[in-house]
């Protein structure tokens, strides 16, 4: 069995180096691994450590540049679509979880044969301001895709098979959780420990999780749906009271014209944009990353 660590890193110049020294002291000589770092271009040194720790250890271990600050959840399926693993572990540079536990979590995958095991966080370090917003964010997206497992989190082992079944999935705003899980696979999460974050701060600020949060909504809910039904259906209601009260000559003199009109073009717009938001699969997105992105392996 070969292991595939997917580690996704921004402004990590200060932790991925002992991320890879625990990596190795819980996994060699144990199993065959490859370690994947994928540098989100953040304003820092992570890049030039990557290249050092590629340089310096004897083992697998590829780097990869995104052309530009992508995201996690970019940076997240980039890395797993280099993967060439049996399994594939994802997890943070900034060793909140402990590879150590790693082994239990590969070993409930197994024994259970199930698709992917979440690792969640028995208590979250984060601030107040995040930890609510997260949960919001969740219960929202959870209501409504019900296929979405309530115990998604980042550090995630999975197999292969679900991984390739990622590369033809609709990704309109790339949320890896809401990809892996279109297929309706066999999802288990486990407690594992929380560390505190030892680095900074997370990047995930309070105005990144709302644009987060929002975007998540337009991609994964059906709310333009919603617009879309609702302003077309008032429109149209609206026209019809009107041309039966004031006729169809005096509309348009009627300033309630500027409503239908308003009505109508809001209604178009939500229709072009949820056919245009769901056309990209994961695999498409890949590949035009991919011609940008420098790599090292």
């Excluded at 969740?138 to 679900?162: A, F, M, V, W």
């Excluded at 000559?249 to 072009?272: E, P, Q, R």
Aim: proline share 3%.
């Amino acid at each position: 069995m070969k292991l595939s660590f997917v580690v996704p890193v921004y402004k990590g110049e200060k932790t991925i180096e002992r991320l890879t020294d625990k990596i190795f002291q819980h996994f060699k000589g144990l199993t065959d691994f490859e370690i994947i770092f994928v540098n989100d271009c953040g304003r820092d040194n992570s890049w030039n450590i990557i290249r050092k720790i590629i340089k310096e250890r004897s083992g697998n271990i590829k780097g990869i540049k995104l052309d530009k600050n992508r995201g996690q959840h970019f940076a997240t399926l980039i890395g797993l679509f280099h993967s060439t693993g049996d399994i594939a572990v994802t997890i943070d540079e900034d060793i909140q979880y402990e590879p150590g536990e790693i082994p239990h979590l590969i070993n409930i995958l197994e024994t259970g044969n199930y698709d992917m095991v979440y690792g969640v966080p028995d208590t979250a370090i984060h601030n107040n301001i995040r930890n609510i917003g997260s949960s919001i964010l969740k219960r929202l997206l959870i209501l409504s895709n019900p296929g979405i497992h309530p115990d998604y989190s980042s550090l995630r082992i999975i197999k292969k098979e679900l991984i390739n079944n990622l590369k033809n999935a609709e990704c309109p705003y790339f949320f890896i959780d809401a990809c892996l899980c279109k297929k309706e696979p066999l999802i288990i999460s486990e407690k594992v420990s929380h560390n505190k974050r030892e680095n900074g701060q997370s990047s995930y600020t309070f105005t990144k999780l709302l644009i987060h949060f929002i975007k998540l909504i337009f991609a994964y809910t059906r709310f333009l749906n919603w617009i879309k039904v609702c302003s077309l259906l008032l429109s149209g209601l609206l026209l019809f009271y009107c041309i039966i009260t004031v006729g169809f000559v005096y509309l348009f003199k009627s300033k309630d014209l500027i409503i239908i009109i308003l009505l109508l073009i809001l209604g178009s717009a939500s229709y072009f944009v949820s056919t245009d938001i769901r056309k990209k699969t994961s695999k498409q997105v890949f590949n035009n990353m991919a011609m940008n992105s420098e790599i090292i392996i």
